[in-house]
Protein backbone atom coordinates (compact mmCIF):
# COMPACT_ATOMS: atom_id res chain seq x y z
CA UNK A 1 0.00 0.00 0.00
CA UNK A 2 1.57 3.43 -1.01
CA UNK A 3 1.91 6.23 1.97
CA UNK A 4 -1.63 7.75 0.37
CA UNK A 5 -3.30 4.73 0.39
CA UNK A 6 -2.07 3.64 3.98
CA UNK A 7 -2.93 7.34 4.98
CA UNK A 8 -6.41 6.60 3.92
CA UNK A 9 -6.91 3.43 5.54
CA UNK A 10 -6.56 4.97 8.86
CA UNK A 11 -8.37 7.69 8.57
CA UNK A 12 -11.17 5.51 7.55
CA UNK A 13 -11.02 3.68 11.24
CA UNK A 14 -12.74 5.16 13.97
CA UNK A 15 -12.22 4.07 17.81
CA UNK A 16 -14.45 2.58 19.67
CA UNK A 17 -14.67 1.11 23.32
CA UNK A 18 -16.47 -2.35 23.91
CA UNK A 19 -17.12 -4.62 27.26
CA UNK A 20 -17.30 -8.27 28.14
CA UNK A 21 -20.12 -9.77 26.24
CA UNK A 22 -20.98 -7.19 23.65
CA UNK A 23 -22.51 -8.57 20.79
CA UNK A 24 -20.78 -7.12 17.20
CA UNK A 25 -22.39 -9.15 14.84
CA UNK A 26 -25.38 -11.93 14.82
CA UNK A 27 -25.61 -15.43 12.96
CA UNK A 28 -27.59 -14.99 9.85
CA UNK A 29 -26.47 -11.33 9.45
CA UNK A 30 -24.02 -10.16 7.04
CA UNK A 31 -20.69 -8.57 8.64
CA UNK A 32 -21.44 -4.70 8.91
CA UNK A 33 -18.14 -3.75 9.41
CA UNK A 34 -14.60 -5.21 10.15
CA UNK A 35 -12.99 -4.77 13.22
CA UNK A 36 -9.17 -4.27 14.71
CA UNK A 37 -9.27 -4.92 18.46
CA UNK A 38 -6.10 -3.06 20.18
CA UNK A 39 -6.75 -3.79 23.70
CA UNK A 40 -9.79 -5.95 23.82
CA UNK A 41 -10.53 -9.49 23.01
CA UNK A 42 -13.37 -10.22 20.23
CA UNK A 43 -14.79 -14.15 19.24
CA UNK A 44 -16.64 -15.47 16.69
CA UNK A 45 -19.23 -18.00 18.67
CA UNK A 46 -20.85 -20.65 16.61
CA UNK A 47 -23.74 -22.43 18.17
CA UNK A 48 -25.34 -26.00 17.94
CA UNK A 49 -28.59 -25.46 19.82
CA UNK A 50 -28.27 -24.50 23.08
CA UNK A 51 -24.45 -24.94 23.33
CA UNK A 52 -21.95 -22.40 22.16
CA UNK A 53 -18.36 -22.60 21.18
CA UNK A 54 -15.39 -19.81 20.22
CA UNK A 55 -14.30 -21.34 16.91
CA UNK A 56 -11.84 -18.22 16.25
CA UNK A 57 -10.42 -15.54 18.28
CA UNK A 58 -8.54 -12.28 17.82
CA UNK A 59 -7.01 -9.42 20.00
CA UNK A 60 -3.96 -7.01 18.90
CA UNK A 61 -2.29 -9.37 16.57
CA UNK A 62 -4.85 -9.33 14.02
CA UNK A 63 -8.53 -7.98 12.68
CA UNK A 64 -11.94 -10.22 12.44
CA UNK A 65 -14.46 -9.74 9.67
CA UNK A 66 -12.33 -8.97 6.52
CA UNK A 67 -12.68 -12.69 5.37
CA UNK A 68 -16.54 -12.57 4.48
CA UNK A 69 -16.54 -8.47 3.07
CA UNK A 70 -16.86 -10.24 -0.38
CA UNK A 71 -19.25 -12.86 0.26
CA UNK A 72 -22.88 -12.38 -0.30
CA UNK A 73 -23.75 -15.39 2.23
CA UNK A 74 -24.69 -14.23 5.85
CA UNK A 75 -22.70 -15.45 8.83
CA UNK A 76 -23.15 -18.41 10.38
CA UNK A 77 -21.23 -17.23 13.79
CA UNK A 78 -21.67 -14.09 16.17
CA UNK A 79 -19.24 -11.64 17.03
CA UNK A 80 -19.06 -11.68 21.06
CA UNK A 81 -16.69 -9.52 23.12
CA UNK A 82 -14.40 -11.62 25.42
CA UNK A 83 -12.31 -8.94 26.93
CA UNK A 84 -13.49 -5.25 27.68
CA UNK A 85 -10.99 -2.75 25.27
CA UNK A 86 -10.51 -0.77 22.69
CA UNK A 87 -10.90 -1.95 18.89
CA UNK A 88 -10.72 -0.03 15.27
CA UNK A 89 -13.59 -0.67 13.24
CA UNK A 90 -14.41 -0.03 9.93
CA UNK A 91 -17.70 -0.55 7.42
CA UNK A 92 -17.70 -3.65 5.55
CA UNK A 93 -17.99 -1.42 2.14
CA UNK A 94 -15.09 0.48 2.99
CA UNK A 95 -12.99 -2.36 3.84
CA UNK A 96 -13.76 -3.58 0.93
CA UNK A 97 -12.65 -0.89 -1.28
CA UNK A 98 -9.28 -0.38 -0.20
CA UNK A 99 -8.87 -4.51 -0.79
CA UNK A 100 -9.55 -3.73 -4.49
CA UNK A 101 -7.54 -1.11 -5.11
CA UNK A 102 -4.29 -1.66 -2.93
CA UNK A 103 -1.93 -4.85 -3.92
CA UNK A 104 0.04 -4.99 -0.82
CA UNK A 105 -3.56 -4.90 1.15
CA UNK A 106 -4.39 -8.09 -0.65
CA UNK A 107 -1.54 -9.73 -0.25
CA UNK A 108 -1.44 -8.41 3.89
CA UNK A 109 -5.43 -10.41 3.94
CA UNK A 110 -4.10 -13.36 2.00
CA UNK A 111 -1.33 -14.42 4.47
CA UNK A 112 -3.40 -13.25 7.15
CA UNK A 113 -6.22 -15.93 6.37
CA UNK A 114 -3.63 -18.10 6.02
CA UNK A 115 -2.47 -17.75 9.30
CA UNK A 116 -6.03 -18.12 10.60
CA UNK A 117 -6.89 -21.30 8.81
CA UNK A 118 -3.89 -23.03 9.97
CA UNK A 119 -4.71 -21.57 14.07
CA UNK A 120 -8.06 -22.99 13.62
CA UNK A 121 -6.71 -26.08 12.17
CA UNK A 122 -4.28 -26.53 14.91
CA UNK A 123 -7.35 -26.05 17.48
CA UNK A 124 -9.19 -28.73 15.78
CA UNK A 125 -6.49 -31.23 16.86
CA UNK A 126 -5.76 -29.41 20.43
CA UNK A 127 -10.21 -29.97 21.39
CA UNK A 128 -10.15 -33.36 20.26
CA UNK A 129 -6.36 -34.77 21.99
CA UNK A 130 -5.53 -32.67 24.93
CA UNK A 131 -7.39 -32.20 28.23
CA UNK A 132 -9.65 -29.75 29.75
CA UNK A 133 -6.50 -28.63 31.81
CA UNK A 134 -4.20 -28.47 28.86
CA UNK A 135 -6.18 -26.56 26.91
CA UNK A 136 -7.47 -24.19 29.59
CA UNK A 137 -3.57 -23.62 30.06
CA UNK A 138 -3.37 -22.32 26.68
CA UNK A 139 -6.53 -20.45 25.82
CA UNK A 140 -5.02 -18.45 28.72
CA UNK A 141 -1.81 -18.08 27.10
CA UNK A 142 -3.24 -17.10 23.89
CA UNK A 143 -5.19 -14.83 25.26
CA UNK A 144 -2.67 -13.20 27.15
CA UNK A 145 -0.85 -12.65 23.91
CA UNK A 146 -3.90 -10.91 22.51
CA UNK A 147 -4.66 -8.53 25.40
CA UNK A 148 -1.37 -7.87 25.97
CA UNK A 149 -1.05 -7.98 29.80
CA UNK A 150 -0.87 -11.04 32.48
CA UNK A 151 -3.94 -9.14 34.08
CA UNK A 152 -7.72 -9.35 32.56
CA UNK A 153 -11.11 -9.97 33.54
CA UNK A 154 -12.33 -13.45 32.80
CA UNK A 155 -14.81 -15.48 34.33
CA UNK A 156 -15.76 -19.34 34.45
CA UNK A 157 -18.54 -19.16 32.45
CA UNK A 158 -17.23 -17.59 29.74
CA UNK A 159 -13.90 -19.79 29.71
CA UNK A 160 -16.02 -22.66 29.63
CA UNK A 161 -18.15 -21.60 26.90
CA UNK A 162 -14.88 -20.84 24.41
CA UNK A 163 -13.52 -24.43 25.18
CA UNK A 164 -16.89 -25.88 25.06
CA UNK A 165 -17.20 -27.49 28.77
CA UNK A 166 -18.59 -27.93 31.57
CA UNK A 167 -18.62 -25.27 34.33
CA UNK A 168 -17.43 -27.52 36.19
CA UNK A 169 -14.42 -29.19 34.65
CA UNK A 170 -12.78 -25.23 34.18
CA UNK A 171 -13.22 -24.93 38.20
CA UNK A 172 -11.37 -27.92 38.03
CA UNK A 173 -9.00 -26.80 35.80
CA UNK A 174 -8.17 -23.16 37.46
CA UNK A 175 -7.87 -24.56 40.91
CA UNK A 176 -4.74 -27.33 39.51
CA UNK A 177 -3.01 -24.14 38.09
CA UNK A 178 -3.94 -22.03 41.14
CA UNK A 179 -2.47 -24.64 43.25
CA UNK A 180 0.77 -24.51 41.21
CA UNK A 181 1.14 -21.02 41.94
CA UNK A 182 0.99 -20.61 37.99
CA UNK A 183 -2.01 -18.08 37.85
CA UNK A 184 -4.50 -16.08 40.38
CA UNK A 185 -7.85 -15.69 40.12
CA UNK A 186 -10.15 -13.95 42.46
CA UNK A 187 -13.34 -11.72 41.88
CA UNK A 188 -13.45 -12.03 38.13
CA UNK A 189 -9.76 -11.29 37.54
CA UNK A 190 -7.31 -13.75 35.97
CA UNK A 191 -3.19 -12.71 36.31
CA UNK A 192 -1.16 -15.02 35.67
CA UNK A 193 1.76 -15.38 37.90
CA UNK A 194 4.14 -17.55 35.70
CA UNK A 195 3.94 -17.74 32.83
CA UNK A 196 6.91 -20.08 31.97
CA UNK A 197 5.04 -22.23 33.76
CA UNK A 198 1.69 -22.17 32.74
CA UNK A 199 3.48 -23.10 29.04
CA UNK A 200 5.01 -26.07 30.34
CA UNK A 201 1.33 -27.30 31.57
CA UNK A 202 -0.19 -26.46 28.19
CA UNK A 203 0.21 -28.58 25.18
CA UNK A 204 2.62 -27.79 22.17
CA UNK A 205 -0.66 -26.50 20.28
CA UNK A 206 0.09 -23.26 22.38
CA UNK A 207 3.93 -22.90 20.67
CA UNK A 208 3.02 -24.08 17.55
CA UNK A 209 0.55 -21.41 17.37
CA UNK A 210 2.57 -18.50 19.39
CA UNK A 211 5.55 -19.34 16.49
CA UNK A 212 2.73 -18.98 13.07
CA UNK A 213 1.74 -15.38 15.07
CA UNK A 214 5.31 -14.18 15.80
CA UNK A 215 5.67 -14.61 12.08
CA UNK A 216 2.75 -13.00 10.98
CA UNK A 217 3.21 -9.67 13.02
CA UNK A 218 7.02 -9.68 11.16
CA UNK A 219 5.23 -9.89 7.43
CA UNK A 220 6.00 -13.71 6.94
CA UNK A 221 3.79 -16.73 5.88
CA UNK A 222 3.03 -18.71 8.58
Keep these: ?14 PMSIRAHDRLSLPGKALPKVFFPVGAVISAVCASGDARMEVHGVGREGMIGGHDVFSSKRSRFSLVCQISGSILSMPSPIFRQHVTT ?13 GVLNFMMQSIVCNGLHSVAQRCARWLLVTRDRVGAVDFSLTHELLARMLGVRRS ?13 LV ?17 ESCTCYRIVARDARRLLNGRSP
Design 1 to 14: MNLRGRGTFLTDLA
Design 102 to 114: SVELRQILSTYSA
Design 169 to 181: SVSIALQRLASLK
Design 184 to 200: RYRFGRMRIVDPRGLEL
